[in-house]
T-cell receptor, first 114, second 113 residues
Framework: AQSVTQLGSHVSVSEGALVLLRCNYS??????LFWYVQYPNQGLQLLLK??????LVKGINGFEAEFKKSETSFHLTKPSAHMSDAAEYFC????????????FGAGTRLFVKA | EPEVTQTPSHQVTQMGQEVILRCVPI?????FYWYRQILGQKVEFLVS????????KSEIFDDQFSVERPDGSNFTLKIRSTKLEDSAMYFC???????????FGQGTRLTVV
């Protein structure tokens, strides 16, 4: 079985501070990992993904994430938060073993203080 | 830029009625999904669809739910007899490959009264 755990349903940072959103997964096979962002009353937009290759992946809006197999983690970071980063962030994992599905973590709401 | 489109954006229906939520995936995509998000909660997987058949479904996707790709372009989710707890935002998504990201539509907000 696969699952995704996002630590912290709410994270608050000051503008200009480091953003760190945590994601751990469990999967019996090598996973494909994604981070999506959801702004209020909107759909889901892909931030970045890891499938194979380089374990540090860069995405849009200055975000990046590192796949650490030994820690089964895929934490999302951004060096300097901006007010426009305030949104809900979802970590997701896909597996393909005969059937396929992408499942999402519970989400982390990011607040950015001026 | 190609996008997934969903109609309607908002639907209100009476409990017990059937609803059909419509989606037009991106044209060269092969994998299709439905998800739902109850207000303030996580995005929940409902079903994945590939090669004209369901690939996987969750425990939420019971006999009241069905999916169809009737004409090679549309991808529909039918709820046969809606319940109050079916009120949620329903997202359609498509992807060209299982390892690629899913592109999401803007969602249909279903309100069952």
């Amino acid at each position: 079985a696969q699952s995704v755990t996002q630590l912290g349903s709410h994270v608050s940072v000051s503008e200009g501070a480091l953003v760190l959103l945590r994601c751990n997964y469990s999967s019996s096979v090598p996973p494909y990992l994604f981070w999506y962002v959801q702004y209020p009353n909107q759909g889901l937009q892909l931030l970045l993904k890891y499938t194979t290759g380089a374990t540090l992946v860069k995405g849009i809006n200055g975000f990046e994430a590192e796949f650490k197999k030994s820690e089964t983690s895929f934490h999302l970071t951004k060096p300097s938060a901006h007010m426009s980063d305030a949104a809900e962030y979802f970590c997701a994992v896909t597996r393909n073993t005969g059937g396929f599905k992408t499942i999402f973590g519970a989400g982390t709401r990011l607040f950015v203080k001026a | 830029e190609p996008e997934v489109t969903q109609t309607p954006s908002h639907q209100v229906t009476q409990m017990g009625q059937e609803v059909i939520l419509r989606c037009v995936p991106i044209s060269n995509h092969l994998y299709f999904y439905w998800y739902r998000q109850i207000l303030g909660q996580k995005v929940e997987f409902l079903v994945s669809f590939y090669n004209n058949e369901i690939s996987e479904k969750s425990e939420i996707f019971d006999d009241q739910f069905s999916v169809e790709r009737p004409d090679g372009s549309n991808f529909t989710l039918k709820i046969r007899s809606t319940k109050l707890e079916d009120s949620a935002m329903y997202f359609c998504a498509s992807s060209p490959d299982v390892a690629a990201e899913a592109f999401f539509g803007q969602g249909t907000r279903l309100t069952v009264v």
